[in-house]
């Protein structure tokens, strides 16, 4: 009875030294799993860069739309290019008794994907009977390739 015992006893410690790891395997996973990590590290700024570009084509393209109509509805027409996008979080102050806003939520204009105010232009240049929304892109140069803005013409993604 006791060689029954002695032998599953050390068949269940065979079993249990089978049943984990080898440092060989170890050493592989962590290989395999460093391999991902370096090409997710690579590949991040293209990952973000884009998604810096689509956020400011939504934000100029729709996300200020209604704000900038609900504006022109109650004043009569668009903010100037001196008024701004600030006309539409306090009242310009020869307009003061028409406005019935704060348009816009939040205590200030949000800026662009690169911490850049949004410009604006009311008459537009692209638009000519509405208005000009526009980041300045990447490389925070007004009038170049990288714009981005509500207009259909020319290029609006980044490089």
């Known amino acids: 009875m006791r060689f029954v015992r002695e032998n599953s006893l050390s068949l269940v410690v065979r079993r249990a030294a089978r049943a984990g790891f080898t440092l ?8 395999i799993i460093g391999l991902l990590a370096s090409l997710a590290i690579t590949n991040v700024d ?3 860069g884009g998604a810096q570009v689509s956020t ?3 934000f100029v ?3 200020m739309k209604t704000s900038l109509t609900t504006y022109r509805i109650a004043m009569g027409d668009y903010p100037s290019t001196g008024e701004g996008l600030q006309a539409l979080l306090t009242a310009p102050s020869s307009k003061a008794d028409r406005w019935h806003g704060p348009y816009l939520e939040g205590s200030k204009v949000p800026l662009d994907p690169w911490t850049e ?4 232009a009311y008459p537009g240049t692209h638009n000519k ?3 000009d929304l526009w980041s300045k892109g990447p490389d925070k140069q007004s009038g170049t390739e ?3 803005g509500n207009w259909d013409s020319g ?3 980044a490089k």
């Open 46 to 48: 293209k990952i973000f």
């Open 24 to 31: 060989l395997e170890i050493l592989v996973v962590l290989a």
């Open 56 to 58: 400011a084509q939504l």
């Open 129 to 131: 009977s509405s208005y």
């Open 155 to 157: 290029p609006t993604e």
């Open 61 to 63: 393209r729709e996300s």
């Open 146 to 148: 990288d714009d981005i």
């Open 117 to 120: 105010p949004y410009q604006y």
